[in-house]
């Protein structure tokens, strides 16, 4: 069996056992058996759990940020992305983004990851804004403002209702149009 299963899934595996227990649960043995394999599976990928939590946050980076940043271009086509952008976010399921920023808390590493994030997105955001017309000047406190309100929504366990969300949602899209 070990040599059936690919790095990609136990990364895949650790992200949602990082969303359900949080990360003190990111340990060989446990996910071993939540995978139904021998830890030795995991070895053959990752040299210790220190090079596992180092591929996770990196693959959290691809998931949540790169992925991400791809599908909504090649959506778009020669449209303004952003709209598709605050779509996708703000509908999402957010347990990782919880999890990984309270690893944070705890951990220079993953902290050092959350910042390189933030930091991309906010990039991102504020290239959108600045094609649509904004000046720089204008384009930051409108990107700092969208993502103050995406992390609010991620770092939140309670949805909003359909309306309640579709009005935030028109109400995001005003800030970001010029």
Do not use: C
């Not at 020669?78 to 705890?106: C, I, K, M, T, Y």
């Not at 050092?112 to 504020?126: F, G, P, Q, S, T």
Request: proline share 4%; hydrophobic share 50%; glycine share 6%.
């Amino acid at each position: 069996m070990t040599d059936q299963l690919t790095a990609k899934d136990w990364l895949d595996q650790g992200l949602k056992t990082l969303a359900a227990n949080g990360f003190t649960a990111l340990k060989a043995e446990p996910l071993a058996k939540a995978m139904g394999v021998s830890r030795g599976s995991f070895y053959w990928h990752f040299a210790d759990i220190a090079a596992f939590h180092a591929a996770i946050l990196r693959y959290w980076r691809e998931v949540a940020v790169e992925q991400i940043i791809a599908d909504v271009e090649a959506a778009a086509g020669h449209d303004n992305p952003l709209p598709l952008l605050l779509q996708r976010v703000f509908s999402a399921r957010s347990g990782v983004e919880r999890a990984v920023r309270s690893w944070a808390a705890f951990d220079p590493a993953a902290r050092a990851a959350v910042h390189a994030i933030d930091r991309r997105r906010m990039d991102y955001v504020e290239g959108l804004l600045r094609t649509a017309g904004f000046t720089a000047e204008a384009a930051r406190p409108r990107t700092q403002i969208l993502y103050w309100a995406f992390l609010g929504y991620a770092l939140s366990d309670k949805p909003l209702p359909k309306a309640q969300q579709e009005a935030v949602f028109d109400d995001l899209l005003r800030i970001a149009s010029p």
